[in-house]
């Protein structure tokens, strides 16, 4: 089972930006595939932020965060990244991120985290007022 892993969490300040990157434990694993971020913040449900397919298209965005995030695919590292500006205290969560075969972006079924095969265990933003 191919293992994904967050990293680039931490503690910044309103208005401060992160970039979270998601990495795959198998090889050129991202090629093709339809990869969303979730989030959960405290107290609450996780909830699906972005998803895109790593092969090309539209990406959609949670209105919390669109115009604020984007997506992009590092296909020499195999590697995928959500970058945050602009950032708002309640963006504060644990972010994950998840992928499968690329047609789940062509469905909103790309929205569900149960759509999913693989996940990573997730990294803590905080934003702070």
């Known amino acids: 089972q191919v293992q994904l892993a967050e990293s680039g969490g931490g503690s910044v300040q309103a208005g401060g930006s992160l970039t979270l990157s998601c990495t795959a434990s198998?090889?050129?694993?991202?090629?093709?595939?339809?990869v969303g971020w979730f989030r959960q913040a405290p107290g609450k449900e996780r909830e699906a932020i972005a998803n895109?397919?790593?092969?090309?298209?539209?990406?959609g965005f949670h209105d919390s965060v669109k115009d604020r995030f984007t997506l992009s695919h590092d296909n020499a590292k195999d590697m995928v990244h959500l970058q945050m500006n602009s950032l708002k205290p309640e963006d504060t969560g644990v972010y994950y991120c998840?992928?499968?075969?690329?047609?789940?972006?062509?469905?909103?079924?790309?929205?569900?985290?149960?759509?999913?095969?693989?996940w990573g265990q997730g990294t803590q933003v905080t934003v702070s007022s």
């Open positions: 998840a992928a499968a075969s690329a047609p789940l972006c062509w469905s909103t079924r790309r929205w569900k985290w149960g759509s999913y095969e693989h």
């Open positions: 198998g090889n050129n694993f991202f090629r093709d595939k339809c």
């Open positions: 895109f397919a790593t092969s090309g298209g539209t990406a």
